[in-house]
């Protein structure tokens, strides 16, 4: 055990941060042992000195000057907690360029500029994790990155959105719409008050990428792979895919088909009995591939307080060892080596699950089935439920029935070709639902 303390600063002392602190100022002991070597609190900047927070901290910790971090030679290791791009990034740089080796949770930042931020670190021969940029308290970033290195990975399948997935399950646990439910997770603090980037997909992808470039040695910006949210899935859909086996969650895949990288982020039907299937709630789950492991499972809480708050810790943890910087130096040399190309969304082939609203009348099915014969898509299986008889009072009136059908395994350009010719039927309305089936 080393007498030489790490010192810290923490930069942003909002809900994760508080939760750092709490458990370096709480148990400095644990720490110490678990480090071999004290670990200090120097510095914590905020905005507002004034603000209350739920924490008492040692006199003169507190600051809002982030120069007296950045020109304190004594500080070796910043806790980066501000979120964003900027002036998140801008922080990131100056910390890395005053010598001080960086723990961040931003994955936003990570997803956009961690090649840059990467290249600027070797450049200052500093170290950045970031365990906490995926997943909460589940350590993936540690396991791809150590514990599976013997490993090619084949395959990622991946719950990462906590808002999303306790909406999916609340949807089809009380039968209620997505707006409410949406409203149920922000007053639980599950969802924030702008919740666009968890419902539209972009968070998922965000982690999916620093997964994909952990796991595969490629760099993938979010423009080259399909990312569709919740925002648009009826109660309905929910459904009918359990009426057919199947649990609806919103996926991030990434596997190796033909030495090609198979990428998309999408609400998809998964079976039932699949343990992704069973993830509840506001937690998270990965399934990894591995050719020499096969497949493993890491499930537990993807965001809040605490678990981010340890995921944290364990980088604070690994720098003081030194083991991060060991780590660090090994996945920068990877995002130098030569990369699997991403697969054209186009090419990517699936099952699918579909739904049109179709008017109840002669030859709508026929329609339907003959477009996507056309376009070389066959069906494995269709739900029509009996629609009811119009009286002669409501004769004249248009009768809309739900048909649901499964896909047998097509490409996604079939589909989308295929889709052009649909909308121009005039017996479907809004909307037309497209679905991808994880086998």
């Known amino acids: 055990m080393s007498d030489s303390p790490l ?8 809900t994760v941060g508080t939760g750092v602190a709490r458990v370096l100022c709480e148990h400095p002991d644990r720490m110490t042992n678990r480090a071999g070597r004290p670990i200090e609190l120097r510095r914590a900047v905020v905005r507002d000195l004034s603000k209350p927070r739920d924490i008492e901290l040692p006199a003169g910790v507190l600051t809002t000057d982030l120069d007296k971090v950045i020109r304190d030679p004594e500080i070796d290791l910043a806790v980066h907690l501000v979120g964003g791009l900027h002036p998140a990034k801008e922080i990131l740089l100056a910390l890395l360029d005053a010598g001080k080796d960086v723990v961040t949770a931003n994955k936003a930042i990570m997803c956009e500029f961690g090649a840059e931020l990467f290249e600027r670190a070797r450049e200052k021969k500093r170290t950045i994790a970031f365990e906490a940029a995926v997943a909460g308290g589940i350590p993936i970033i540690a396991t791809l990155s150590q514990s599976l ?17 306790f909406i999916l399950t609340e949807m089809l646990a009380c039968g209620r719409p997505f707006a409410d439910v949406l ?6 603090g599950y969802a924030e008050a702008d919740p666009t980037m968890d419902i539209d997909g972009t968070d998922t992808a965000q982690k999916l990428v620093l997964l994909t470039q952990l796991a595969f040695g490629t760099t993938v910006s979010l423009s080259q792979f399909t990312r569709q949210g919740i925002d648009a899935l009826e109660l309905a859909d929910l459904y ?6 199947y649990t609806v969650k919103l996926l991030a895949l990434a596997k190796l088909q033909n ?4 990428m998309h982020v999408q609400p998809t039907l998964v079976r039932s009995d699949r343990p992704l299937a069973k993830v509840d709630g506001p937690h998270n789950m990965i399934s990894l591939v591995g050719d020499v492991v096969g497949q493993t499972w890491y499930a537990g809480p993807g965001a809040g307080q605490m678990p981010t708050a340890s995921a944290v810790l ?7 060892i030194g083991r991060a910087q060991l780590t660090f130096e090994r996945m920068t040399q990877q995002y130098l080596s030569e990369p699997f190309p991403v697969q054209p969304a186009e090419e990517i082939a699936s099952r699918y699950y579909l739904r049109f609203n179709a008017v109840d009348r002669p030859h709508v099915f026929a329609d339907i089935t ?4 056309k376009h070389g898509i066959s ?5 029509q439920h009996e629609a009811p008889e119009l009286d002669e009072n409501h004769a004249s009136s248009e009768s809309i029935v739900p048909l649901v059908v499964m896909t047998h395994r097509t490409t996604a350009g079939r589909l989308q070709a295929a889709d052009g010719e649909l909308a121009e039927l005039e017996a479907l309305r809004q909307p037309r639902v497209y679905m991808p089936v994880a086998d």
């Open 259 to 262: 030495q090609k990288l198979e």
């Open 370 to 373: 003959h477009i996507l014969g």
């Open 240 to 245: 009918y895919a359990g009426e057919l086996g």
């Open 183 to 188: 409203r149920q997770a922000q007053a639980l």
């Open 7 to 14: 010192r810290v600063a923490i930069v942003g002392l909002g």
């Open 314 to 320: 364990a980088d604070v943890i690994d720098m003081a």
């Open 149 to 165: 290195q013997a490993n090619q990975i084949t395959a990622i399948e991946a719950i990462l959105n906590g808002t999303s997935n």
């Open 379 to 383: 069906l494995a299986s269709v739900i």
